[in-house]
C-alpha cells in the first residue's frame, strides 16, 4: 500500500520534506489509483481540491479494488477512505483519443499513428483505455478531414473538443495560428524513415494553416545524426522528447525498439539532437527503479536536456502491474524522496515542470520550496 489513509498522515509528511499537502496527496492518488462507482477501466476528470477550491487539476486514474481513493460519480467528490478531499467534474471514460487539446487548447495533441495499436511495455497504460483512434492519420488530406470534422463540425466529443462556444467557432487557421504547440505522441513507425516522413507531413500541414509554434515528438524511432539533421532542417522550434521511461530492467519493461536504446546511445542522441539546435528532454516514469539508480543516472543526463524531462507516477492499472514497482515504491515516500532528489539537479537551472504537460506528475503547488504556478489544464 502507498500508505496514504487519512489527510493528518499527509500533514506529518508535509512538515518532513517541506512538500505542500496537496501535492502529496495528488502524487498519492496516481501512485495508488482508485475505487469508482464508474463502469471503466480508466477515469478522467478535473478536481478542485477543498483546501484550494481556486484551482482545478485534470487527471486520468486507474480504477483498481485496493485502494483508499474512492471517485464518487453520484455525488461528485473523490474520498481518501470516509473523507472527502475534493468536488470533482467532467468525469468519463479515459479513452485513447486520436486528439485532444490541453494548455487551455493551445496545445494539441495528435495520435496520428493509432497510439492505442503501439504494445510490448510492460508497464503501458494505453492498453487498458478504450481505443477511438483505429486508423492512421497518414496525409494531409485525412488530417484535414479528421480535423474538420472532429473540431469544427460535429456536435460533442466529449473533453477532446476545444472550448470553443458553438456560436462563435473559429477557423481552422485561427485556432491552429495560436498553438503553441502540437505534439505527436502515437503508435510505432517501425523505422526512423517513416517516423520522419510523418512527421514533416503533419508539421507542413499545420504550418500551411499559420502554426508558429513548438513541434514536439514522443518517440524513439528518430535517433540517427543524418535523421536528426533532416528533421532540424525543416522543422523549426522541434522538440525531440525521447521515450527513455526506465533506467534499469529496460529488457523486461521495454518493448523491443525502445530497448535497444541503450543508456549510452540516448545519451548521444540528445547531445547530438542539442548541437542541431532542437529542443531535447525525454519521459521517466517514476516507481519503476530504485532511488539509487534514479540519482545515478539522472545526474548523466541533466546536462543533454533543455526542457525538463517529463517525470510520472507510476500507475498500477491492475494487481499484477503492482509487482513492476522498484523496491519501496510501494509507499509514497519513495515518491517524495525521488521529488527531493530531482529538484536537487534541477534547481539551479531555468528549467521546470509544466503542468499541463503531465496529469500524472510530482509537482502542484511548489517546485524547490517555491510557489509554483501555471496553466493546469
Not at 78 to 85: A, M, V, Y
Not at 128 to 143: C, H, N, P, V, Y
Not at 283 to 290: C, E, K
Amino acid at each position: 500500500m502507498i500508505g496514504i489513509n487519512r489527510i493528518s498522515e499527509v500533514a506529518e509528511l508535509s512538515k518532513k520534506y517541506k512538500i505542500p499537502v496537496e501535492d502529496i496527496v495528488f502524487i498519492s492518488l496516481n501512485a495508488s489509483s482508485m475505487r469508482s462507482d464508474m463502469p471503466y477501466k480508466r477515469v478522467r476528470f478535473k478536481l478542485k481540491i477543498n483546501s484550494k477550491p481556486e484551482e482545478t487539476f485534470y487527471f486520468g486514474v486507474p480504477v483498481i479494488s485496493d485502494t483508499p481513493f474512492y471517485l464518487c460519480y453520484e455525488k461528485r467528490v473523490l474520498n481518501l477512505n470516509d473523507q472527502e478531499i475534493g468536488k470533482i467534474t467532467e468525469a468519463e471514460n479515459d479513452t485513447c483519443d486520436a486528439t485532444y487539446f490541453r494548455r487551455n487548447d493551445t496545445s494539441l495533441t495528435l495520435n496520428s499513428n493509432s497510439r492505442s495499436s503501439c504494445v510490448g511495455c510492460t508497464f503501458c497504460t494505453t492498453h487498458r483505455q478504450d481505443a477511438t483512434d483505429k486508423f492512421k492519420l497518414d496525409s494531409e488530406e485525412k488530417l484535414d478531414k479528421f480535423l474538420t470534422e472532429l473540431f469544427f463540425t460535429s456536435e460533442k466529443y466529449g473533453s477532446t473538443r476545444p472550448h470553443f462556444h458553438k456560436s462563435t467557432l473559429p477557423s481552422k487557421e485561427d485556432v491552429f495560428s495560436n498553438l503553441y504547440q502540437v505534439a505527436v505522441v502515437t503508435g510505432c513507425f517501425d523505422s526512423e524513415r517513416r517516423a520522419i516522413e510523418h512527421l514533416k507531413m503533419v508539421y507542413r500541414y499545420f504550418r500551411k494553416r499559420g502554426f508558429n509554434g513548438e513541434f514536439k515528438y514522443i518517440g524513439s524511432e528518430i535517433v540517427s545524426k543524418e535523421g536528426l539533421g533532416e528533421i532540424a532542417n525543416e522543422i523549426p522550434k522541434f522538440n525531440l522528447c525521447l521515450s527513455l521511461e526506465c533506467f534499469t530492467r529496460r529488457k523486461q519493461f521495454l518493448k523491443n525498439i525502445k530497448a535497444k536504446l541503450t543508456l549510452d546511445k540516448a545519451k548521444d542522441v540528445l547531445k547530438t539532437a542539442q548541437e542541431r539546435g532542437i529542443l531535447t528532454n525525454f519521459t521517466y516514469i517514476v516507481g519503476l527503479d530504485p532511488l539509487s539508480e534514479l540519482r545515478k543516472n539522472l545526474k548523466e543526463f541533466v546536462p543533454l536536456v533543455n526542457k525538463l524531462p517529463i517525470f510520472q507516477v507510476f500507475q498500477p492499472h491492475f494487481e499484477e502491474q503492482k509487482q513492476l514497482r522498484a523496491e519501496g515504491a510501494d509507499n509514497v515516500e519513495y515518491y517524495l524522496r525521488a521529488r527531493k532528489d530531482i529538484e536537487e539537479m534541477f534547481k539551479d537551472t531555468n528549467l521546470r515542470p509544466n503542468s499541463w504537460e503531465n496529469y500524472r506528475g510530482l509537482w502542484y503547488f511548489s517546485f524547490c520550496d517555491e510557489p509554483f504556478n501555471d496553466i493546469r489544464v
